[in-house]
């Protein structure tokens, strides 16, 4: 797959079919994630991969929870009827929130010593690039991490004592619905040049990169 596509067609993937991922494509998934920058070379990162059926069950219940409290908290009162993107969001979100004990794959990174994340995220991203380059549909979720931490870290055993910590959860699967280029606000709009508020004296109207490029 060309770079550019796989840049401009990686996006949220939240309903993916239930069908079973070959572990040659989760090995490449991860060896290409560990490639990824990390600050002083130190790696601090591990990666849980769950594919148990009883273990993504529970986990399932602990989206549920959080995707729960997100609603009742960082989500109260949000008015989504005002904005139809917003609202598309919220029902594939819903959807993995129903559905979640169906998807085939979740890849669980844990990190220490990163408290900005700068060495997982792109890790993650690395991750999700090769997903994409193999037609496998991913989202990045962190309200397990946010939520229900000490649950998830007992479900699959990690030492929370040392010093790891949930970084996201990324649900994996074949995507029911089709890549594309996702709308944005123009590159002009939310950049500034030398200083904040200097506005470019260019415009980009139009995605640089195209399925018919």
Same mark, same amino acid.
């Given at each position: 797959?060309?770079?550019?596509?796989?840049?401009?067609?990686?996006?949220?993937?939240?309903?993916?079919?239930?069908?079973? #991922?070959?572990?040659?494509?989760?090995? !490449? /998934? @991860?060896? +290409?994630?560990?490639?990824?920058?990390?600050? *002083?070379?130190?790696?601090?990162?591990?990666?849980?991969?769950?594919?148990?059926?009883?273990?993504?069950?529970?986990?399932?219940?602990?989206?549920?929870?959080?995707?729960?409290?997100?609603?009742?908290?960082?989500?109260?009162?949000?008015?989504?009827?005002?904005?139809?993107?917003?609202?598309?969001?919220?029902?594939?979100?819903?959807?993995?929130?129903?559905?979640?004990?169906?998807?085939?794959?979740?890849?669980?990174?844990?990190?220490?010593?990163?408290?900005?994340?700068?060495? #997982?995220?792109?890790?993650?991203?690395? !991750? /999700? @690039?090769? +997903?994409?380059?193999?037609?496998?549909?991913? *989202?990045?979720?962190?309200?397990?991490?946010?939520?229900?931490?000490?649950?998830?870290?007992?479900?699959?055993?990690?030492?929370?004592?040392?010093?790891?910590?949930?970084?996201?959860?990324?649900?994996?699967?074949?995507?029911?619905?089709?890549?594309g280029v996702a709308a944005r606000r123009p590159v002009e709009e939310v950049v500034y040049v030398n200083r904040w508020g200097?506005?470019?004296?260019?415009?980009?109207?139009?995605?640089?990169?195209?399925?018919?490029?």
């Amino acid at each position: 797959m060309d770079l550019y596509e796989a840049l401009y067609t990686t996006r949220a993937m939240r309903r993916v079919a239930p069908d079973p #991922i070959p572990v040659e494509a989760i090995t !490449l /998934m @991860l060896d +290409a994630a560990i490639r990824a920058p990390s600050g *002083t070379n130190a790696q601090n990162w591990r990666w849980v991969v769950v594919t148990d059926k009883p273990t993504i069950a529970a986990l399932a219940d602990l989206y549920r929870e959080a995707w729960r409290v997100l609603n009742e908290t960082v989500y109260a009162g949000a008015d989504r009827s005002a904005n139809p993107q917003m609202q598309r969001v919220f029902n594939s979100s819903q959807w993995l929130a129903d559905n979640f004990q169906d998807v085939p794959l979740v890849v669980m990174p844990f990190h220490r010593n990163d408290p900005s994340g700068a060495s #997982i995220y792109p890790a993650v991203w690395n !991750l /999700m @690039l090769a +997903a994409r380059g193999q037609g496998i549909g991913t *989202t990045l979720t962190t309200i397990l991490g946010a939520f229900r931490n000490q649950q998830v870290a007992e479900l699959v055993g990690v030492p929370l004592d040392k010093g790891w910590s949930n970084a996201a959860a990324i649900p994996c699967g074949y995507p029911l619905g089709r890549w594309g280029v996702a709308a944005r606000r123009p590159v002009e709009e939310v950049v500034y040049v030398n200083r904040w508020g200097e506005e470019p004296g260019w415009t980009v109207p139009e995605p640089m990169w195209s399925s018919e490029s």
